[in-house]
């Protein structure tokens, strides 16, 4: 099991005026949920299976059946009815490479909790499109860490604005369709 990791930013706050909204000017909507770009965002990566987080213990268990012997499954393999009551926390991202090796990614599809959560639909966003930027750099920093090393991975990630603190876990399960290399993840926001 990997060590824990703390990624934080500086604890450095300015006096803020009006919080800018997540991922601003993707949404015509107007949510509640907003961090400040100054928030601070942090990051401990957890052992996956943590008994904290039932919820993604039974995901986990899912993936691992749809696996088998192989290092992930192919997402032909994953069946959303398998999973309904979760599907409003499950994200499903593209894994996109340049030619230089270079990873991006992109969300195909995004649960409608995450959306009410984050205050915008995600659908063909990128994770560095997200604010605070902050945020989307460890999101993407996270989804690098999946894919190079093709394991899943847990984290506990917090917000802090000065408006309202943020925790979840998240699950990241790789995805392969060669069986060589991870070209889709799915994710899963816990609900404890």
Known sequence: MPASRAAQQPEVRADVGEA??????????SFPERYERDARVSSEERAVGDPAYPDLG???????????TRFAPPRS????????????????VDVLRSLDGNLDFRFRLAGTAIGNILGTE???LRPLDLQPPQF???VHEHYAQCVRER?????????????RIHNYARL???LSSDGEQVDMLMTVDSQA
């Not at 039974?58 to 088998?68: A, E, H, M």
């Not at 069946?79 to 599907?87: K, N």
């Open 151 to 163: 394991r899943p991975l847990l984290h506990k990630v917090e917000i802090d604005s000065v408006r």
């Open 122 to 124: 995600l659908t063909r």
């Open 136 to 138: 989307g750099t460890m």
């Open 172 to 174: 990241l399960l790789p």
């Open 58 to 68: 039974v995901l986990l268990d899912y993936w691992n059946t749809k696996r088998g």
């Open 77 to 92: 393999a994953i069946d959303p009815s398998d999973f309904i009551d979760a599907l409003p926390r499950v994200k499903l």
């Open 20 to 29: 800018e909204p997540m991922a601003q000017g993707f949404s015509d909507r």
